[in-house]
């Protein structure tokens, strides 16, 4: 089992920046993928990053490009999301996540989850 703890949320103004965490712990990560989702009020869950806990490589959502940057700090199991100009539509709560193997878009492809944390842009 893989367990995994988000941080770093709360309440923000349009064009803030905020950086999230997801710390992990349990079985290894080498051969995972780890991505980030969210979940705005009312609405599906919509996948925006993903990280290839070796190598690094990356993935984002259209919606985020440019603003956000996912990273992980291979020695303290830890990935975070950088989340720059921040609009009142990133408002959501959000949620990290790991799957064996490579990248995917689809939630329902990730096994392991977060509780979430909630992200609020508002002026």
């Known amino acids: 089992q893989v367990q995994l703890v988000e941080s770093g949320g709360g309440l923000v103004q349009p064009g803030d920046s905020l950086k999230l965490a997801c710390a992990a712990s349990g079985r290894t990560l080498s051969s995972r993928t780890m991505a980030w989702f969210r979940q705005p009020p009312g609405k599906e869950r919509e996948f925006v990053a993903a990280i290839r806990w070796s190598g690094g490589s990356t993935n984002y959502g259209d919606s985020v490009k440019g603003r956000f940057t996912i990273s992980r700090d291979y020695a303290k199991k830890t990935m975070y999301l950088e989340m720059n100009s921040l609009k009142p539509e990133d408002t959501a709560v959000y949620y990290c996540?790991?799957?064996?193997?490579?990248?995917?878009?689809?939630?329902?492809?990730?096994?392991?989850w977060g509780q979430g944390t909630q992200v609020t842009v508002s002026s």
């Open positions: 996540a790991t799957k064996i193997g490579g990248y995917s878009g689809r939630y329902h492809d990730y096994e392991y």
